[in-house]
């Protein structure tokens, strides 16, 4: 939720969607807060929605099985901790809740263009409106969304962080694709988190990183096999 919306009271959260759209029908679960200080449930929307003639329709809470909900306080299946589990870089754990891929959309744009200088050409990505992964290197699968090639998945390893080695400080999510030379610039990908190899780190130099990315790049090949 936006965080212009949290810190709206409930009524004026509801009326400000209600005049927006005609809403017929609402499905919340009956752990359902939000609003300024998390005072709007799910009763409240059910009375509002009497009132203004749409149906609040409560959503069975599930329980996370015993081998998921060791890693979490809320004990359920909930967007929070797919969240904690994405940004703590427990991506195959984030995977196991929703039931697929964790996946981002995001548009390529030109960077520094390092990577190519040294045989890792990256596809560069700011990922924005996101839950932010943990900062580190993942095995992904990747999808060019465009007419000419919309059926095609690709393998590759994406590094999303602030790339220390070379003092940058904004995030930035890179994605290198492996045997692929096609020039991609603005186009949008869809990038899907498959697992965690290792945190980001700072290198003492090029040589050092490349021998890690080669080392990166087994390990994911071995994961997407």
């Not at 929703?98 to 200088?117: A, C, E, H, M, Y």
């Amino acid at each position: 939720m936006e965080s212009s919306v949290r810190e709206l009271v409930p009524a004026a959260i509801a009326v400000k969607d209600t005049n927006k759209i005609q809403i017929k029908y609402i499905f919340v679960g009956k752990n359902f807060k939000f609003g300024a200080n998390r005072s709007c449930d799910y009763k409240y929307l059910k009375d509002f929605g009497k009132k203004n003639n749409f149906l609040v329709s409560p959503v069975s809470i599930f329980k996370l099985p015993v081998s998921l909900a060791k890693y979490f306080k809320k004990k359920i299946f909930s967007s929070s901790n797919v969240r904690l589990a994405i940004e703590d870089g427990k991506i195959k754990l984030a995977n196991k809740i929703l039931g697929r891929s964790w996946f981002v959309f995001g548009k390529v744009i030109k960077g520094d263009q390092r990577g190519r200088l040294i045989g890792f050409p990256t596809a560069n990505i700011e990922i924005e409106g996101y839950s932010q992964p943990n900062y580190g290197v993942y095995a992904v699968t990747v999808k060019i969304i465009n007419k000419s090639k919309r059926n095609m998945d690709y393998k590759g390893i994406a590094n999303f962080g602030i790339r220390p080695t070379f003092n940058k400080k904004k995030p930035l999510l890179e994605v290198y694709l492996f045997d692929f030379n096609l020039n991609i610039y603005n186009s949008t990908l869809k990038v899907n988190f498959i697992d965690f190899i290792r945190n980001e780190k700072k290198f003492s130099g090029i040589d050092s990183l490349e021998i890690q990315l080669n080392k990166d790049i087994l390990k994911a090949k071995q994961i997407l096999r």
